[in-house]
């Protein structure tokens, strides 16, 4: 069984241009999550979908960062600009079922902004 | 809001010894799930184990356990006959029960663990 799937695996960029992440869940994963890593921390939770659904994204910084999942499967994640402090590890997981079934990780985008 | 501390940010052993990771959250609820992550150098995230605070027996998975003190908002990862395979960063993580409006998981900010051969 094929893992979650993200791309690309390392991104450079320059501050003010545009970004944007893939991920594709494990088939069958209706729960999707995107999580930010700063260097020497743990993960955050951005956003997280069931199904299509975006049904927490209170800590998705909604003047520059956006994401969907149009159809329930894969999804973009996008930063319009990007700033500086936005370099960092962009994680997805996925799961089946809700949020206390286990999550299984991307091996991440690793973004950095000049 | 909860919070989850990792005191120790790195941590070596010599493969085949024991080595515990320590955890503390800080929660007003009774009914929580905490999990330990391992991360290796390749980022992706992979679940160690995991406890339902209702549970009074501690969770086991091979040789990983985890010695949850409940009144001291413990939660330490021990792992037995360490391996080179077990090179990674620890992260700690709780999360509410579903339902609460919170059922997020809140991660440490990481042990790095180095087994040495």
């Known amino acids: 069984e094929a893992g979650v799937v993200q791309s690309p695996r390392y991104k450079i960029i320059e501050k003010k241009q545009p970004v944007a992440f893939w991920c594709n869940p494990i088939?069958?994963?209706?729960?999707l999550y995107w999580y930010l890593q700063n260097l020497g921390q743990g993960p955050e939770l951005l956003i997280r979908y069931e199904n299509e659904e975006a049904v927490d994204d209170s800590q998705l910084p909604k003047d520059r960062f956006s994401a969907e999942r149009l159809k329930g499967v894969d999804s973009t994640l996008k930063i319009q600009p990007a700033e500086l402090g936005d370099s960092a590890v962009y994680l997805c997981?996925?799961?089946?079922?809700?949020?206390?079934?286990?999550?299984?990780f991307g091996p991440g985008t690793r973004l950095t902004v000049t | 809001a909860q919070t989850v501390t990792q005191s120790q940010p790195e941590m070596s052993v010599q493969e085949a010894e024991t080595v515990t990771l320590s955890c503390t959250y800080d929660?007003?609820?009774?009914?929580?799930?905490l999990f330990w992550y391992k991360q290796p150098p390749s980022r992706q995230m992979i679940l160690v184990i995991r406890q339902e605070a209702y549970k009074q027996q501690n969770a086991t998975e091979n040789r990983f356990s985890v010695n949850f003190q409940k009144a001291a908002k413990s939660f330490s990862l021990k792992i037995s006959d360490s391996q080179l395979g077990d090179t990674a960063m620890y992260f700690c993580?709780?999360?509410?029960?579903?339902?609460?409006?919170?059922?997020?998981?809140?991660f440490g900010t990481g042990t790095r663990l180095t087994i040495i051969p």
């Open positions: 088939s069958g994963h209706n729960t």
């Open positions: 993580a709780f999360m509410n029960p579903p339902n609460f409006g919170n059922e997020k998981l809140t």
């Open positions: 997981a996925s799961s089946f079922g809700g949020s206390l079934e286990e999550q299984y």
């Open positions: 929660t007003s609820e009774n009914n929580y799930y």
